[in-house]
DNA sequence: AACAATTTAGTTGCACACGATTAACCTGTG
DNA sequence: CACAGGTTAATCGTGTGCAACTAAATTGTT
């Protein structure tokens, strides 16, 4: 990849990304219209559903979010009737974050909802896995260059 | 793909897709630094290095962004010295989005601080553009599912 | 016990992203 | 010319993201 010979907008992996991103966000949008959810909501319950309770840290872990996206987006959900957030008894610092019985109910629906809507698509179970597993890698990739990379070059 | 059977978060194609754009965002904010340029902004800059003057319109459909999202941004990229924003004297309704002589003077040092970043991640010019073709084809998916199919659904 | 260092969630400020609305402008038709 | 209908950029409101900071609580060390 030569560094003289720019490469066009449409042929960048990075924008490539970015839009596929936001088109997934704009899909899921309109799929979790029924049920008034945002897709980081969504995916902030489908982290509650296969894991719960868990505490705000261990959330953001698993979403890659901090406190500073999570806590707002948690007092939403919680005042929607999804969530409750419970200081814990054995170390104050922490909050709980647990599903309530209608998170539990309405789960199924959920993802059915979503799994039709994915159905729509047509993807072929292997092309999916394989497409998947490329994308982790390129976040391999993205995860080993440090700052000190970066800033050796500045 | 069955309706039964959830998928974990974690094999969960939008979810890599929405982990790697943040990823790439923080990459290019890193890189960017030097130029107190944000990751929309340089992909605004990209456009108009390719293409210049654009109006409002031109730039938010070869970005996919409205102008809700771009005015902001222009008049950002204004400030810092990057653009020019100028109606049009045929149709006043439009404004003609230019680069001034300092973001030409600059172009050749940002896309090569940008391709050093890129190479340190050691891609291989096959496997890139044949990811970059599978991305496109999920974009194609995204685009093909109308509103309609999703409304008949809920 | 005392207290410095660390951890945790919350807060603040800034920059997107986008739906919905608005205001100004242009265009086509009578 | 008049004016309804469409186009364009800007504005507003809501919801992320994230860096930087704060406040409270816990832990480690003396």
Redesign the interface.
């Known amino acids: 990849?030569?560094?003289t010979t720019?490469r066009?907008?449409d042929?960048?992996?990075?924008?490539?990304?970015?839009?596929?991103?936001?088109?997934?966000?704009?899909?899921?949008q309109?799929?979790l219209?029924?049920f008034h959810l945002t897709?980081p909501q969504y995916?902030t319950l489908?982290?509650l559903?296969?894991t719960s309770p868990m505490t705000v840290r261990e959330l953001g872990s698993?979403l890659?979010l901090d406190s500073g996206t999570l806590t707002p987006l948690l007092k939403r959900l919680e005042k929607q009737g999804w969530i409750s957030r419970k200081r814990s008894d054995q170390d104050e610092r922490q909050v709980n974050v647990d599903l309530t019985d209608y998170a539990l109910e309405k789960r199924d629906e959920v993802?059915?909802?979503v799994?039709?809507?994915?159905?729509?698509?047509?993807?072929d179970?292997v092309d999916?896995n394989q497409?998947?597993d490329?994308?982790?890698q390129?976040?391999t990739?993205?995860?080993?260059?440090s700052?000190k990379?970066?800033i050796h070059?500045?």
């Open positions: 990849m030569s560094n720019p066009l907008l042929e960048q992996l990075c924008f490539a990304f970015y839009s596929a991103s936001k088109k997934f966000n704009h899909f899921y309109d799929a219209k029924p897709y995916i489908l982290a559903w296969e698993h890659n993802y059915a909802r799994n039709d809507c994915i159905d729509l698509m047509g993807f179970d999916y497409l998947l490329q994308v982790h390129v976040m990739k993205l995860d080993n260059i700052n990379d970066l070059e500045a």
